[in-house]
């Protein structure tokens, strides 16, 4: 049951489960608007009644964060952000933490003014994942992930829900170093093409190590977080003559680029895939290449920068 309108005291409010990181909450900028604008009564927080009468922002955690803020550091400016002194809410009642979760989690990437940011996404993707949405297609349609390119133009973007999908279920570890890389790429080996590699081996494994402390899991994670050093002067070890099948494997489950894992296995006969058809694909990159570099003559640097621009703006998968 929902009632409209309501007018609510401040104090009464709290925030729990908001699935924007810190950095995408970006409350500075939710401060300055509330002391400039003050809040706006025609867009009120949607929040849920709790049996010892607080109410749990559900729509709304930037604005209500902002308010806190002015309250308990400028007073002045709290008084004349808030008329009154109470704030315009949308209040439901007995509602479950399916429900609530499902009304929390409602950012469109072509509706919201303060985009989720890439760690953000996860967070969403887990609490949708944990309340049992685990159909990829729903999810993305939930957080507005579509392809914006391509023949799949228009589509649900499953290829951004299926590794945070998966991550969810991984060890706490696993997700503690994901979120270092998300925050500064340079602090953590772990990439997202690494998660469908670890969940597949974590599967494998779980009968016997629901802990994911199986040995094949257990070496891959060794390996995608030390990787073999190069020493300069030196030849990759990739490169020796002596590679046999079972290192191939393991070599491509701890590889970032699908090019290298797909050369691996066809260079031992472990995929379809062969070097006649690796070369087209490589052949097909270095021409995409060498149309970018005459489009840029075509353009000038300035302009070739603008068009780089334009499509930066643009959602693109993650």
Known sequence: MANVANMLNVDSLFCEGNCRS???????????????????????????????????????????????????????????????????????????????????????TAEDRVPLDEWSIYLAIKQLVQIGMDTQEKIAEKLG????????IGKPNRSIVQPRANLVKLPAYVEIEMEKHCADPDSSNIRWPHIGRLFTAFNREFIEHPDADGPEFTELWESIMSPPEVVEGEPPTDRKKDLTPSDAVKRAQAASSKGVSRVLMAVTGQSEDNLATIDAIIVEGETAIALLVKIREYLGNDGYQQMLDHMAGEPVPV
């Open 22 to 108: 810190k950095a995408c909450e970006r409350i500075p900028e939710m401060v300055a608007s509330l002391q400039l604008n003050g809040f706006k009564a025609n867009h009120p927080l949607v929040v849920s009644e709790k049996t010892d009468g607080r109410y749990l922002v559900l729509v709304g955690n930037r604005r209500t964060l902002g308010l806190f803020f002015l309250r308990d550091n400028d007073p002045e400016a709290y008084k004349r952000a808030l008329i009154g002194g109470k704030i315009p809410a949308i209040v439901h009642k007995d509602l479950t933490v399916e429900e609530e979760t499902l009304i929390r989690i409602d950012h469109s």
């Open 145 to 152: 992930l579509f392809y914006v390119k391509g023949k799949n």
